[in-house]
């Protein structure tokens, strides 16, 4: 009796403190959920005042709200495409820089380094990628973009002290470390078998990583770079620092242009009300940003699993 | 026992001295500290089928991965000796390690095919030495390699399949087929029918015989019974040491030392 | 057929000469290996020049000029009454003070406007030292002193070689009249270099002579305080729950696929949910560590759990076996015996969490952490920014001290970045040593 009775006592408190732990795990879902609530709430009261089509597809984003009642463009206009088309500039140079860097580091010291070597270099590359954002930024806005300026003036191009090719530039060096421990992974994850078949009968090593290793790994190289994608997208302080407010429809990286996540940070930095189609464009941005990171991990991810499992 | 292996040595040099393709003298292997390999001496006497066998970890697959330098990969695997391929010292500096594997192939424990096609596949060693000019010569290269390999027939209609949907027996069939393209001398099997089912193993091993008249096959088994159906001579490893060599029929019926009978009659290993 | 047994049977090695095709293949093989050491090289490179930039801009906001003047404690401005009161201390006027010593030195000096110039040598906070001064010992007032103030924005910048001679003397911030005033000072003694104090003891300020980090750091710590006692333990026991407890079902899945995509959530995002959730709704103060915390801690969450997860696989299931062999429940077993041998794993992982966390900048913006606050914060409650909040306002800041002041906070935090990863991998040394 007794027995029974203290087992079913230690039975209760088991499941209180199991029960407990499933609360402290709901915490990521919650997250989420308080993610997508706040995003979609505030974004529905925007598009209350600014129609779904007008954010989509109208090619001007001019959010300032008129000083004066008569002033021409009032209401603002809130077109997400000239930032659409900034972001994705921006973060097309970054993967222009990080994806050949990134792989080629990751190639060199997954087949190629001495175990010394790979030693020194990969805890710099982990420090690359250890240093805040604010850091490159800074770099970007007083380092690298005055000297992009002073070369396309020797050259005789006129380049904007604040200009897309100088964020991205810097942002790709930034992605270089997530590319290639990404695709370090990958890479290691080709089968040690195929290089060998490779090997033995009578390829270099150069000719097995590229007619063999690397379409092997062709999938999960796919994978990593989606990911680096989405978090140049998602990418903040650098563009915020070095790539302007310009909303300019240009596809030219040597203009100012303005990136979503920039616009985020000028609407909702400083006094703000909460009611005006202003700063409730900063969540319909935000949302629009999400979804599209949370679309490109989701694919990423999948690919990168199939993968693995492919040479599990 | 390093002079009995001199004898059996003499007798087979002194019958067969020209048709040898590869000799080796005191090859030693050291993985770091440890000593993987001790003063080897081995022929592969050429058109003949050299089988290597002993309990695992006895250092035969080491020995086999000497003779086309693909231990050259293992940063701390370092080999000494001498080692001649048609009287070549393939460890000399000037030898491309590359360039003698196109001569020495090599198919190993596990069918390892590249997830291409199977032409792809057996394309593969042609496309990278440069050896067809033209895309008709490719295919009938090919076509060459996969009938030589006994594969053609089950795979001619679907030769853009990938590699890796064939059967267990067929991908390492295709794996010879790839190394045969190259048009190698001696090829190198490492336990090639270790994973594969009997009746596969048994096409492999018909293979094989059928390949001795244009190929040397030098093949490492786990199986005495492979070794004892396919070769025509055998090479008995012990820690690292060679125990004895000499004719297939000699070793199985009539060794000459006391630990190749115990191993023949399993009680090592 | 007929041509491979050709081959085979003419036994001449040919691989010691050199074909075209294989030369050919050389290079490629030599230029592949190159572009390896390239991007490799690009990399370190890049890193290498930003922080030397950093390096050299700002080794020299740890130091700064200081004037050294002969002050006379003058009673009649300090302490007219006598009462040797501290509130008056605190109240009294110390630029006559200031004022009298320069004029001493430059008696030449009689306008209203040059007066007002020559006094600008001298930093606007320098009052505050001399009032510190005298609250500490009373017994200055009536005496005379050689006391070392901090040089004012200009001065400072001057004296450091940071001003451009060749600048037309319009466009100078010190004419060419304010520059002999201070060779005359130099050449007379008055001047010297010293540890600028204040960059680590104070605010933000207007003033770049006297803006300092303390109050950022104070921010940081503070936020990085809350994130800690939020995400440790709920990172550490959904570690437990999924690794130890969970069922493999929809709900476990649910929550693992969320994790994973929290993880890649852009910054940016976690502030507009601190924004919209802990300001707007549970109306929490706005700019303080405790918001700045909390959103720190869901962006830390997902690395922590990840980290404790992989600790608590290391865990040898042996152990386990043992303790539930022994008669103890599932509960003890894991609270008694794998936590514990999981823990330097864990810490490992919180710790680079925290950096991460210290580095973030993005969503503290997005609660109004970004203001300009002078107030060195005392709690978690108080308004205050973080440190790289700190960098990217002066950053901002297009007075040329602030540059040299962005460098150096830079330095400071790379430093605290620097120590709590080498913290994270002497941990994990420890926890290798173990199995």
Known sequence: MLLRETRSSKKLTEQAITFGLLLCSSVAILTTIGIVASLVFEAFRFFQQVSITEFLFSPDWSPQTAIRDDQVGASGAFGVLPLLTGTLLISFIAMVIAAPLGLLSAIYLSEYSSARLRNWVKPILELLAGIPTVVYGFFAALVVAPIIRATGSGMGFEISSESALAAGLVMGIMIVPLVSSLSDDVISAVPQSLRDASMGMGATQSETIKRVVLPAALPGIAGSLLLATSRAIGETMIVVMAAGLAAKLTLNPLEAVTTMTVQIVTLLTGDTSFDDAKTLAAFAIALFLFTVTLILNVIALKIVDRFKEAYD | MRKLTGTSMTESSQETERDLIMTARNVDVFYGSKQAIKNVDLDIPKGSITALIGPSGCGKSTFLRCLNRMNDRIDICKVSGDIRYAGQDIYAPKVDPVALRARIGMVFQKPNPFPKSIFDNVAYGPKIHGLSSSKSEMADRVETALKQAGLFDEVSDRLDEPGTSLSGGQQQRLCIARAIAVEPDVILMDEPCSALDPIATAVVEELMESMRDDYTIAIVTHSMQQAARISQKTAFFHLGELIEYGDTGQIFTNPKETRTQSYISGRIG | ?435
């Open chain 3, 1 to 435: 057929m007929t041509d491979i047994s050709t081959a085979s049977s003419s036994v001449t090695p040919d691989w010691t000469v050199q074909t075209p095709h294989r030369a050919k293949r050389e290079r490629a093989e030599k230029r592949f290996r190159a572009y390896g050491i390239v991007a490799i090289s690009i990399a370190v490179a890049f890193l290498a020049s930003m922080l030397l930039t950093i390096f050299v801009g700002g080794m020299g906001a740890f130091t700064s000029s200081k004037i050294g003047l002969d002050i006379t404690f003058n009673e009649e401005v300090i302490d007219p009454s006598g009462a040797r009161d501290v509130s008056t201390f605190r109240d009294a006027n110390y630029r006559p003070l200031i004022s009298d010593a320069l004029t001493e030195i430059f008696p030449e000096v009689t306008g209203r406007s040059e007066k007002r110039d020559l006094y600008k040598l001298v930093s606007s906070g320098a009052v505050y030292q001399l009032e510190n001064m005298v609250t500490e010992n009373p017994d200055l007032i009536g005496t005379t002193q050689r006391v070392w103030l901090t040089a004012g924005t200009d001065a400072n910048l001057y004296l450091a070689g940071k001003v451009d001679q060749d600048v037309d003397e319009s466009l100078r911030q010190l004419s060419s009249v304010q520059t002999g005033r201070i060779e005359t000072l130099k050449s007379g003694g008055h001047i010297k270099t010293a540890l600028n104090k204040s960059f680590f003891t104070n605010g933000d300020s207007r003033e770049p002579e006297q803006a300092g980090i303390l109050g950022a750091l104070l921010g940081s710590f503070f936020s990085l305080l809350v994130c800690f006692v939020i995400s440790f333990p709920l990172g550490v026991l959904t570690a437990v729950y999924l690794e130890e407890f969970a069922r493999k079902n929809r709900l476990t899945d649910f929550i693992e696929v969320n994790i994973n995509n929290l993880a890649a959530v852009p910054s940016i995002v976690f502030g507009l949910l601190g924004l919209a959730i802990f300001l707007n709704v549970f109306n929490l103060p706005r700019s303080t560590p405790l918001v700045g915390g909390m959103v720190l801690a869901l962006m830390t969450l997902p690395t922590i759990i990840i980290a404790s997860r992989a600790a608590l696989r290391a865990v040898p299931p042996s152990v386990r076996e043992a303790a539930i062999g022994l008669g103890a429940s599932k509960v003890q077993t894991t609270f008694h015996h794998t936590v514990p041998l999981a823990m330097p794993g864990m810490l490992t992982g919180t710790i680079i969490g925290m950096a991460q966390a210290l580095g973030e900048t993005a969503p503290l913006l997005m609660i109004g952490m970004v203001a300009f606050i002078v107030d060195v914060p005392s709690s978690v409650v108080d308004t205050a920014t973080s440190l790289p909040v700190q960098i990217f306002l002066w950053a901002d800041n297009p007075e040329i001290g602030f540059r040299e002041m962005t460098s150096a906070a830079i330095m400071v935090l790379l430093v605290f970045l620097v120590l709590m990863n080498l913290l994270a991998v002497l941990l994990r040394k420890k926890l290798e040593r173990r199995w």
